[in-house]
């Protein structure tokens, strides 16, 4: 990762270069900022600079060996602290347990927040935290010659969710660092750290990223419109990972929406090719979108009686949704409306313990042309 990968903060991007111009460069640095403002990426990007071979005065080269290392996340003096869930068997954990799954999603998403890190994981809601058996690992990884004979670097990731154990253990290593070491350490929130590590650190302070940077960097990455993009930074209020999230959750909304119109366009027009591909594309989707889709129909169906039977009470409904079902809702009534509930409900569930979907959607959608029939 290079720095012109980083979006916006021009500002300590400099500052960090010109502690290296300098011969300046602090054991210990703290980057602290509000969550989604490019912390991360930043430091990934500032190891990529010490470790090269040929920085310029801007950015690393991107082609030296050390940089393609550092750019695959596969540099032994790279390293890599995160808050872990403790395994299940012995009650312990560190970031080894998950070093495969971190530098895939770091490459992949590069701005995210500890709750989606835990959900690519399918770890919701569980109590994560950087443990005591993280501090011997730091120590066994330390313990290792440098393997390009510069610096050995090592991010750590939310240190606030360091357990007191373990922030001891790296406070004795920030006031006797090992030689040639480095330490960054990624924070959200100060609050939470122990005032003799921060005393321990130069502090770099990281903005909010601005509606602009996120909006570029929104339409760069995820190929989407404008207008998506500039709603998605808007409501982020400078959180890359949220404005991401943010836009992900509109798009599959999108997704749901045009197959959902496919699919009962197909079962009110009866034709069978037209059922078979629809039936097959709703079993292409992953596991969760599956059920998510389900979910979306059971909305729509919801959100049609309202519009039937309650004029005019339409709350949740995207414009598409809203002209979609100005024409579509009188095909939804009492004739039908208890049984198609009765059918997606169903669907649900069987999703949830693993039924085959192929089958089930083909189930589905000969069962629905049967049902919008009734309606007509
Ligand atoms: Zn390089």
Redesign the pocket.
């Known amino acids: 990762m290079q720095f012109k990968d980083v979006v916006g903060n021009s500002e300590t991007k400099k500052a960090l270069i010109h502690e290296v111009k300098a011969g300046r460069v602090s054991h210990a640095q703290m980057l602290l900022g509000p969550e989604g403002s490019g912390k991360l990426p930043l430091a990934i990007a500032f190891a990529?600079y010490l470790?090269?071979?040929?920085?310029s005065k801007t950015d690393?080269?991107?082609?030296?060996p050390?940089?393609l290392k550092v750019s695959s996340l596969t540099h032994p003096d790279l390293h890599f602290v995160f808050p872990v869930v403790a395994n299940k068997t012995n009650k312990v954990g560190s970031s080894k347990d998950r070093i495969k799954e971190w530098n895939e999603y770091v490459l992949k998403q590069k701005y995210f927040n500890l709750k989606q890190w835990q959900q690519s994981l399918d770890e919701m809601g569980k109590n994560a935290a950087i443990g005591v058996e993280e501090s011997r690992q730091i120590l066994k990884r330390l313990a290792l010659k440098s393997y390009s004979g510069k610096y050995k670097i090592m991010i750590i990731w939310l240190p606030e969710k360091m357990n007191p154990q373990s922030a001891n253990k790296l406070l004795k290593l920030l006031e006797e660092p090992p030689e040639s070491t480095l330490f960054f350490l990624v924070s959200d929130n100060a609050e939470y750290i122990l005032p003799t590590i921060l005393s321990r650190t130069q502090l770099i302070r990281i903005p909010s990223l601005s509606v602009d940077n996120i909006q570029e960097y929104l339409t760069k990455t995820y190929k989407v419109e404008a207008g998506a993009a500039s709603s998605a930074a808007g409501l982020s209020q400078g959180n890359m990972a949220e404005a991401i999230e943010i836009l992900q959750g509109a798009k599959s909304q999108h997704l749901f929406f045009d197959l959902f119109v496919k699919v009962m366009r197909a079962a009110y027009t009866a034709n069978p090719i037209e059922l078979m591909n629809v039936s097959d594309e709703a079993a292409g989707l992953d596991k969760e979108n599956q059920k998510n889709f389900v979910k979306y129909g059971l909305h729509i169906f919801r959100e049609s009686i309202i519009l039937n039977y309650m004029k005019g009470e339409l709350g949740n409904l995207r414009d598409e949704e809203r002209d979609f079902l100005n024409k579509f809702a009188r095909f939804i009534n009492n004739q039908n409306i208890t049984e198609l509930m009765t059918e997606f409900n169903e669907a649900h569930y069987h999703l949830e313990r693993n039924a085959n979907a192929k089958i089930l959607f083909a189930d589905l959608v000969i069962k629905l042309t049967k049902l919008i029939k009734k309606g007509v």
């Open positions: 990529q470790l090269c071979d040929q920085p690393s080269c991107n082609k030296c050390n940089c």
